[in-house]
């Protein structure tokens, strides 16, 4: 194995079943805790008029969704904005796939938050054959620059892949079959999907050799356990955020508390 091929993720070398929590009472203690730090790093985003994008992409029942309901649960909903990304609509057919991401970056001081992104070029529409093997090749330099042009402009980005098993997969899709208020979560496309999983595996594993440099790499999550992976997820993007950045409170504005205390008596 080349030094090269160690410097990213690759779906086969992730441990699927050593990220347990004994209770759910120190699961619950952690994702606590963490969500309370994601509110402070927001709060210093939002202070020193930072942006921050935060992508979330993995397999279908993965537990994204859930990830980021947990995510954002302390978040001031003014300062984030998630974005579910499906198929393009009609408007954004025909323009270059980018375009409709450039629409929905972050403002000074807020988070963008993808639920599936750009990425798609390179997974789903490789492997459905919606771009051509010349469309999606050439993707990788065009995702690359695109982040690039974004971290430059002091953007920070964090990737996520929630990675569950083919067996885990298989059972949370026949648990969605079976529970009434789940089955809405289960399409025809997530059935064909599954059945070409081989080939999109090694999509995935191409995905992650080309695009995931230092600036904005990305972060493998075992995922078959979701206590696991949802406290993974906020303990990664609180480490990623937090790099560089001071996220206590901003000084006292001694003038400002002077004028408050007087009217406050």
């Known amino acids: 194995m080349s030094r ?21 009472e120190s699961y619950q203690r952690e994702l606590a805790a963490l969500q309370q730090t994601v509110m402070h790093v927001q709060q210093a985003y939002w202070h020193a008029k930072k942006r921050a994008i935060i992508v979330f992409e993995g397999w279908d029942a993965a537990g994204k969704g859930g990830a980021i309901r947990r995510l954002t649960e302390t ?3 003014r300062g984030a904005h998630v974005w579910p990304i499906a198929a393009p609509l009609p408007q954004e057919q ?19 938050i993808f639920d599936r992104s750009w990425y798609g070029r390179v997974m789903v ?9 010349a469309e999606w090749r050439r993707a990788y330099r065009e995702i690359n620059e695109f982040e690039r042009m974004l971290t430059d402009d002091g953007v920070r980005i964090v990737k996520l892949f929630l990675h569950i098993s083919d067996e885990e997969q298989k059972e949370r899709f026949h648990e969605r079959l079976h529970n009434p208020y789940k089955r ?8 064909r999907n599954r059945a070409k999983r081989p080939a999109y595996e090694e999509a995935i594993n ?5 695009t995931s440099p230092p600036s904005a790499p990305w972060h493998l999550i075992p995922a078959d356990a979701k206590w696991y992976a949802r406290v993974e997820v906020l303990r ?3 480490e990623r955020l937090s790099e560089d950045m001071d996220i206590s409170p901003p000084p006292l504005d001694h003038d400002f508390m002077r004028a408050a ?5």
């Open 4 to 24: 090269a091929d160690k410097d990213h993720p690759r779906l086969d070398r992730v441990d699927m079943k050593s990220h347990r929590y004994a209770d759910k």
């Open 75 to 77: 978040m001031d909903p």
């Open 94 to 112: 025909g323009r270059h796939y980018l375009w409709r991401f450039w629409q929905r970056l972050p403002e000074p001081g807020t988070f963008a």
């Open 125 to 133: 529409e490789r492997v459905e054959g919606f771009a051509k093997p």
């Open 184 to 191: 809405w979560k289960l399409t025809e496309e997530d059935l």
């Open 206 to 210: 191409e995905m992650f050799a080309h």
């Open 236 to 238: 990664h993007i609180v």
């Open 261 to 265: 205390e007087k009217l406050l008596g």
